[in-house]
């Protein structure tokens, strides 16, 4: 039998309850975007690892305003939140080698949205055999590479 080891993972298995507010904007207001993975501030939108990921390397894009609705979005949000994910797509491609992507925005909770309250673009770069069977027999994924070296590899690698 094979060893897998991922003590991340165990944050995310025991919280027992949910952030009080947004971690989008809680997260943006402090001077701390090494601690709190935030990867890149632009001037509408910003880009964060997801805490929790599918895979190495999960970023999302968010605006900085505070909004669910995707239609009420301004053109200058909707332009900055989509060509930072063609960046974040850039970056992953330099930096992960990943054979593919999965993108998305999920809307409302039924949608599959962990934080309904502010929308975000999930970029998840992807591997041939990234998937295997312990999402479906054990509810768990198994992610190869830390947050913090997935953080500096991408911060060293993004364009300035």
């Known amino acids: 039998m094979e060893n897998i080891f991922a003590p991340w993972r165990m944050a995310y298995i025991q919280v027992s309850k949910k952030q009080e507010g947004c971690i989008f904007c809680d997260f943006l207001r402090e001077d701390n975007d090494e601690e709190r993975l935030i990867l890149h501030r632009g001037k509408n939108c910003f880009v964060i690892f997801n805490a929790f990921p599918y895979n190495p390397g999960h970023l999302m894009v968010a605006p900085y305003r505070h909004t669910a609705d995707y239609e ?17 797509i850039e970056v992953l491609k330099k930096v992960m080698t990943p054979q593919g992507f999965n993108l998305g925005i999920n809307l409302g909770k039924v949608a599959g949205a962990g934080f309904d309250g502010h929308l975000h673009l999930h970029v998840v770069p992807r591997w041939n055999g990234d998937t295997n069977f312990m999402p479906v027999f054990a509810e768990v994924r198994v992610v190869a590479e830390g947050l913090r070296e997935t953080y500096k590899r991408m911060k060293d690698a993004w364009p300035l």
Do not use: A
């Open 72 to 88: 009420m979005l301004s053109d200058e949000e909707m332009l900055e939140l989509h060509r930072l994910g063609g960046t974040c």
